[in-house]
């Protein structure tokens, strides 16, 4: 993928290829040593004047700018200007792919129609749905792509992306065909997600569990014979489901995720957005990689979540969306020993946000969490809800270079400021890419 993909969009230019020390970072964040659970959650790992060297995709030494400067002193050198260099954001919930807009709904919403209402008569994401089926495949990309070139200029180097706005099957795989295109084309990685569980198709509306079937007995099935077809040095995608009032009970969730599981598919759920129905207790069950939203847990699914590896996965963005006064209780779930998260949910219908620095802004006000909580749930512990840990997340030898350079010198300014990007520059597999207006130090 070359730079001629990013100038037009972004006014970006590729600097060069590695071998690259990066030097003179204020505060290089490592966030070293894996998931953050619980009250372990901040732990930045901070080193003052800290350096690193990448070679082709890999960070191949850290540590400060003297000591790496005298064990590498042939390679070319970027200057991170006394700025915070960390690793770069991962967002493991978003509805990327989707045709057309909801202007229209935002404006209803925000004159007092609640979002399930809207649903409930054929609008909401089954309006989504009528405009996504009738798009082609490179009406699709071409929409998605400047959101996900949007999502790398704020940092976000690896991001989930869900189908869900087809509803049947032709569409569902051509969501994940453009998906696939999209992962190959642009600089940004995606962990792709089945999500044809995502409302009640418009054909089912009498008939929940008649969908609920099509998708246990014929989608599944099929989808895996799909992707083993043409994807078949891919990962099988994660399968999702919206376990929800007016959407999918509990049961029909587990019945879906069941099978998923039985055929090898790693899981997620949509859990608790609007009510309480135990998605979440039921991920901790079925051994799923993350519970997404959990605005309504309770208190013993948040204990269960507590005990178990799945990743709750907080949608700070979704609430503010929606103008709703109640955000997921990061607290509680840190107090039970949760390892917690954060995404954009970006989508069309409850949060078209791109950035996770935004997310973080949310997070620290509305979930009470610290800059330095926030951040780790924004990077290690979100790539450990898409199941990546192992190989971004965080600044260690011999994993993927997928850094940033800020604009700020104190990591706390992530947080504290919002609305616009403090990213200077991109590091994705060891590819620099610069997004500079200009930065701001401290001291
Ligand atoms: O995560 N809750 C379900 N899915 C999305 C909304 C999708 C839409 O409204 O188009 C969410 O909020
Ligand atoms: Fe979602």
Redesign the pocket.
């Known amino acids: 993928m070359g730079p001629g993909f990013l100038i037009p969009a972004e006014g970006w230019f590729l600097w060069f290829n590695s071998p690259v020390l990066i030097h003179s970072a204020s505060q290089l964040l490592t966030l070293a040593g894996g998931p953050q659970r619980g009250r372990s959650l901040g732990g930045l790992g901070i080193i003052e004047d800290g350096a690193v060297v990448v070679r082709d995709e890999r960070i191949l030494a850290v540590g400060t700018t003297d000591g790496l400067r005298r064990a590498f002193p042939d390679e070319p050198t970027l200057d991170a200007g006394r700025c915070v260099l960390m690793p770069g954001f991962v967002d493991p919930h978003t ?1 990327l792919i989707w045709a057309g807009d909801r202007a229209d709904e935002f404006e209803k919403k925000m004159g007092g129609m609640p979002y399930l209402d809207i649903l409930a008569g054929g609008g ?2 089954l309006s ?1 749905v009528k405009a996504t089926r009738t798009a082609s495949i490179e009406t699709l990309i071409a929409q998605t792509r400047p959101r996900l070139l949007r999502m790398f200029a704020h940092g976000t180097t690896t991001a989930e992306a869900k189908t869900g706005y087809g509803l049947q099957t032709s569409t569902e795989l051509r969501l994940l065909k453009a998906l696939l295109a999209l992962d190959d084309e642009s600089p940004l990685d995606l962990a792709i997600t089945f999500m044809g569980a ?1 409302a009640i198709a418009p054909e089912f509306k009498d008939d929940p569990q008649g969908y609920t079937d099509e998708v246990t007995h014929t989608m599944l099935p099929m989808l895996k014979e799909w992707w083993e077809a043409h994807a078949p040095r891919t990962p099988l995608p994660f399968v999702d489901v ?1 376990c ?1 009032n007016k959407a999918f009970t509990l049961e029909q969730s587990r019945q879906i995720l069941t099978k998923a599981r039985s055929l090898g598919f790693p899981l997620k759920i ?1 859990a608790d ?1 609007f009510d309480n129905l135990g998605g979440a207790a039921l991920a901790a069950e079925l051994g799923a990689a993350s519970a997404d ?1 959990l605005v309504k847990t309770s208190d013993s699914d948040i204990d269960a979540l507590g005990r178990s590896d799945t990743v709750a996965v907080a ?1 700070p963005c ?1 609430p503010f969306g929606l103008a709703e006064a109640d955000y997921t209780p990061a607290r509680k779930l840190i107090e039970a020993d949760a390892i917690l998260a954060l995404a954009t ?1 970006c ?5 078209w946000n791109e950035s996770m620095q935004f997310a973080i802004a949310l997070a620290c006000r509305y979930m009470k969490l610290t800059p330095a909580q926030a951040i780790a749930a924004a990077t290690i512990n979100s790539a450990h809800a898409i199941r990546r840990a192992e190989s971004i997340g965080s600044i260690e030898v011999e994993k993927q270079a997928d850094l940033l350079i800020l604009s700020v010198s104190d990591y706390r300014q992530v947080g504290y400021r919002y609305g616009t990007n403090l990213v200077r520059q991109v590091i994705k597999r060891g590819r620099v890419y610069s997004v500079d207006v200009g930065y701001y130090r401290t001291a």
């Open positions: 509805h909401g994401i989504t995502h919206f929800e949509h957005e939203h949608l979704t949910d989508n069309p219908g409850t949060s």
